[in-house]
């Protein structure tokens, strides 16, 4: 759907405070003028995603692992991929390059948008709380690589996005 729209399911009971204050539009939680053509697009958008998402969701699966295993099988047993045995999201896909910093490799790759340690983790001195509660000691979390696969993402996509990280890897291994 196009930015600056969205849905909130909010369970009964649970007490809100209002975003804009004003005319009291939206049940007194949000004044202005509603977006209609934004509106109707967030339910076109939903109603795809109702319609394509259990394909897509199997699609994107399968290119994460092909990310995966080409990076594990050029770099080997040393690439880390966090949480592999457990219940991902099919678009997201962290892996930690050994002997490396993460965000010396992402320098050297202005064409690939990425991001380093776990989300909600922008500040790169700080060691990543959701890295350590799984276990990574901060030697091996600070080569951690986060990527995200989207609607579009192709196969081509992946095998360049596996090229060019396996490139900058081999010039940053510490």
């Not at 509603?34 to 259990?54: D, F, R």
Request: with cysteine.
């Amino acid at each position: 759907a196009p930015k600056g729209v969205g849905a909130l399911f909010v369970r009964h009971g649970i007490a809100l405070e209002p975003l804009i204050h004003g005319a009291g539009h939206e049940g007194g939680l949000r004044s202005g003028t509603q977006n209609v053509g934004n509106i109707v697009a967030l339910g076109h958008a939903c109603s795809l995603v109702e319609k394509e998402m259990p394909d897509a969701a199997g699609r994107m699966a399968a290119l994460r692992d092909r990310m995966a295993d080409h990076l594990v099988e050029a770099v080997g047993a040393a690439l880390g991929i966090n949480a592999a045995k457990a219940p991902r999201l099919p678009t997201r896909l962290s892996v930690n390059f050994p002997e490396a910093n993460a965000q010396r490799l992402l320098k050297r790759l202005p064409e690939l948008c990425a991001a380093t340690g776990a989300a909600g983790n922008d500040e790169p001195e700080n060691f990543s709380p959701t890295l350590a509660a799984i276990g990574l000691p901060p030697n091996v979390a600070c080569g951690t690589i986060r990527l995200s696969l989207g609607w579009y993402t192709t196969e081509e996509d992946v095998d360049r996005a596996a090229n060019l990280l396996l490139t900058a890897w081999d010039g940053v291994r510490l």
